[in-house]
């Protein structure tokens, strides 16, 4: 069965760092790229960050020098550190496939306030 569990979220103040896990339950987890989405109330969700499955990495403009996502392929895990954070940060945070699985997990809700 489709499991993707995010874990770390919280509440931090701007500039303020977090850790977001994610575990996923593929077969051959590792031939998989996968990306860290986020959904802010009233908006979209949009990918922040994706990682292949040869290690490569994007993001998106909103994060790039903040945030870095890694994978552990041996526990079929992916994390998104999250540095300075900034209150346009809030969001819900979810792991998934690219392209995207159409299951999604609960999110890791994050929120940036002072």
């Known amino acids: 069965q489709e499991r993707l569990v995010e874990s770390g979220g919280g509440l931090v103040q701007p500039g303020g760092s977090l850790r977001l896990s994610c575990a996923a339950s593929?077969?051959?987890?590792?031939?998989?790229?996968m990306g860290w989405y986020r959904q802010a109330p009233g908006r979209q969700r949009d990918m922040v960050a994706l990682i292949h499955r040869d290690g490569r990495t994007n993001y998106s403009d909103s994060v790039k020098g903040r945030f870095t996502i890694s994978r552990d392929n041996a526990e079929k895990l992916v994390y998104l550190q999250m540095n300075s954070l900034k209150p346009e940060d809030t969001a819900v945070y979810y792991c998934n496939y690219y392209p995207a699985s159409r299951f999604w997990g609960q999110g890791a809700q994050v929120t940036v306030s002072s």
């Open positions: 593929r077969f051959r987890f590792e031939t998989y790229a």
